[in-house]
């Protein structure tokens, strides 16, 4: 089973930037969609942005599009997200999560976190000054 470890997570000031990354080891990362997902104190859990193995498309939520970036590199067997111009509302424990390509689009995949079955132990993002 592939398994997942997030890092970069921290405290950070509003309009700052921050790197997280999950190290994927197990598996071959061309055979899952991997997703960031995040859950702040009293809410649900919610999809920030996602990206096929195969890198046939990513999907980003609403309030993070232009400020996020999602990314991976093979070759270190990583994907990361780049987080810019952060705020308050961004304030979550970020989770890093993987599930096998499936036939339906990544966006559907994305806005539904019980479909991933591997999980991350979860990094927190404090955006405040």
């Known amino acids: 089973q592939v398994q997942l470890v997030e890092s970069g997570g921290g405290l950070v000031q509003p309009g700052g930037s921050l790197r997280l990354s999950c190290a994927v080891s197990g598996f071959n990362l061309d055979y899952y969609v991997y997703g960031w997902f995040r859950q702040a104190p009293g809410k649900e859990r919610e999809g920030v942005s996602c990206?096929?193995?195969?890198?046939?498309?990513?999907y980003y939520k609403d309030s993070v599009k232009g400020r996020f970036t999602i990314s991976r590199d093979n070759a270190k067997d990583t994907v990361y997200l780049q987080m810019n111009s952060l705020n308050p509302e961004d304030t979550a424990v970020y989770y890093c999560?993987?599930?096998?390509?499936?036939?339906?689009?990544?966006?559907?995949?994305?806005?539904?976190?019980?479909?991933?079955?591997?999980w991350g132990q979860g990094t927190q993002v404090t955006v405040s000054s």
């Open positions: 999560a993987a599930r096998r390509l499936s036939i339906n689009t990544l966006t559907g995949l994305c806005k539904a976190p019980a479909g991933f079955g591997s």
């Open positions: 990206i096929s193995g195969n890198n046939a498309n990513t």
